[in-house]
């Protein structure tokens, strides 16, 4: 499929965050959001975020650039988070929470389908590694953060017709 223009093509936080939010949804059943900075007050709930960790060089194997593309970079490295949150003054135990955690991890193991061609036209995903968790107590809230390693590529074909 291809992008209606370069700026979207290289919009990776939206794109990322948006399929993530889709499927987290769908199969956990938890309100999931994109973190832009607003303050939800519904738990429990999933908040994601996309960060770029750079680019990968061109002659770096096994994908090669395409400069025909108009493009430098089409590796690219990136950190992927997973907030859950719950607040257990609203019942919802310690038991809860860390049966959350444990459906997001299995909605992100590498085996799973979840960042497919359907909800991520543009890219494909190469390398998605656990590298590490943080849990801490906010007030009443609980939240654990789940961090990745991602490595994905711009598909070449997604390139829209007019550079």
Same mark, same amino acid.
């Given at each position: 499929?291809?992008?209606?223009?370069?700026?979207?093509?290289?919009?990776? %936080?939206?794109?990322?965050?948006?399929?993530?939010?889709?499927?987290?949804?769908?199969?956990? *059943?938890?309100?999931?959001?994109?973190?832009?900075? %607003?303050?939800?007050?519904?738990?429990?709930?999933?908040?994601?975020?996309?960060?770029?960790?750079?680019?990968?060089?061109?002659?770096?194997?096994?994908?090669?650039? %395409?400069?025909?593309?108009?493009?430098?970079?089409?590796?690219?490295?990136?950190?992927?988070?997973?907030?859950?949150?719950?607040?257990?003054?609203?019942?919802?135990?310690?038991?809860?929470?860390?049966?959350?955690? *444990?459906?997001?991890?299995?909605?992100?193991?590498?085996?799973?389908?979840?960042?497919?061609?359907?909800?991520?036209?543009?890219?494909?995903?190469?390398?998605?590694?656990?590298?590490?968790?943080?849990?801490?107590?906010?007030?009443?809230?609980?939240?654990?953060?789940?961090?990745?390693?991602?490595?994905?590529?711009?598909?070449?074909?997604?390139?829209?017709?007019?550079?």
């Amino acid at each position: 499929m291809k992008a209606n223009s370069l700026q979207d093509l290289l919009s990776f %936080e939206k794109h990322f965050e948006d399929a993530s939010v889709e499927f987290f949804k769908s199969s956990t *059943g938890i309100e999931t959001f994109a973190s832009t900075g %607003e303050d939800y007050f519904i738990t429990p709930r999933i908040e994601v975020l996309f960060t770029l960790g750079g680019a990968d060089l061109p002659y770096d194997a096994p994908i090669d650039s %395409e400069p025909e593309l108009g493009a430098e970079y089409l590796k690219f490295t990136a950190n992927f988070e997973v907030g859950i949150v719950t607040d257990p003054s609203l019942d919802q135990s310690r038991d809860h929470h860390l049966a959350i955690v *444990g459906s997001v991890r299995k909605e992100l193991l590498r085996s799973s389908s979840n960042w497919n061609p359907e909800n991520l036209p543009f890219y494909s995903l190469k390398f998605l590694r656990p590298s590490g968790s943080s849990r801490d107590v906010d007030g009443d809230l609980h939240r654990t953060i789940l961090s990745y390693d991602l490595r994905f590529v711009v598909r070449s074909d997604a390139f829209p017709n007019n550079t």
